[in-house]
């Protein structure tokens, strides 16, 4: 294992920049739109819960994400159940969602995401994800992506996104806060003993079906 990718887990905030050994596993190649089946997708594979050991890899892929140049500057939500889909097609609408995102930026940006299925909201996804200086994006934008990927009428309050305070000084001790209280968001449907492992709030974040959690692939250690 890399050295960047390897050393001891720290609790609260300061998690998003205490380095921990890498994974999750990079989040897995587009493919057509809502293309069932498949492993990563199948209606018996469900979780309610991240482990621990997934919750570990999403906080050692924020702090690779800084180690690379690229830094977390957006927390995005979509909320799936709120475009018209079900649980059992999320996970391939979040698939496409992340290729537009990838698309858009050429490739320069870095990610990782989580889901949920909470009581109120429904089958809904969490991203935290670089997006280059210089670079915004448009609510039309997005709002496109959803229309495309659900074949629905875009509706109020399915994306909701906000930057994360201080990141033009991803250095700073305003960053460094202000990350750390986004990735404990991002994270808090782990499991409860996975949630004080890391030293966040634990909130149930509802039965998934297929992947709960991924990266882009320049997060991976390999």
């Given amino acids: 294992m890399p050295a960047d990718c390897a050393a001891d887990l720290g609790n609260g ?18 493919r057509s739109r809502f293309a069932h089946g498949g492993p990563r997708n199948r209606a018996d594979r469900t979780s309610e819960g991240l482990t621990l050991d997934k919750a570990r890899k999403l906080v050692a892929a924020t702090r690779r994400a800084s180690a690379i140049g690229k830094p977390f500057t957006r927390l995005i939500t979509v909320h799936w159940e709120a475009a018209g889909l079900t649980d059992a097609d999320a996970m ?5 969602f992340l290729k537009y995102w990838r698309e858009w930026l050429r490739g320069e940006t870095a990610y990782i995401w989580t889901r949920e ?32 990927i659900t074949g629905n009428p ?15 000084q ?12 986004a990735l404990a968001y991002v994270l808090k449907g782990a499991e409860p003993d996975a949630a004080a492992a ?25």
């Fill in 170 to 181: 991803p250095d700073g001790a305003l960053y460094t806060e202000n990350l750390g209280a």
């Fill in 92 to 96: 391939q609408a979040t698939t496409a």
């Fill in 154 to 168: 875009y509706r109020r309050t399915v994306i909701l996104t906000e930057k994360i305070g201080g990141a033009g």
């Fill in 13 to 30: 905030t300061a998690l998003a920049i205490i380095p921990i050994p890498l994974g999750c596993g990079p989040s897995a190649a587009a």
């Fill in 117 to 148: 299925n909470g009581d109120g909201k429904g089958s809904h996804l969490h991203i935290l994800a670089h997006l280059p200086k210089g670079r915004e994006i448009s609510g039309r934008r997005s709002m496109r992506w959803v229309e495309r």
């Fill in 198 to 222: 890391i030293g966040i709030r634990h909130e149930y974040g509802g039965r998934i079906i297929g992947k709960r959690c991924g990266m882009s692939r320049n997060l991976s250690c390999g």
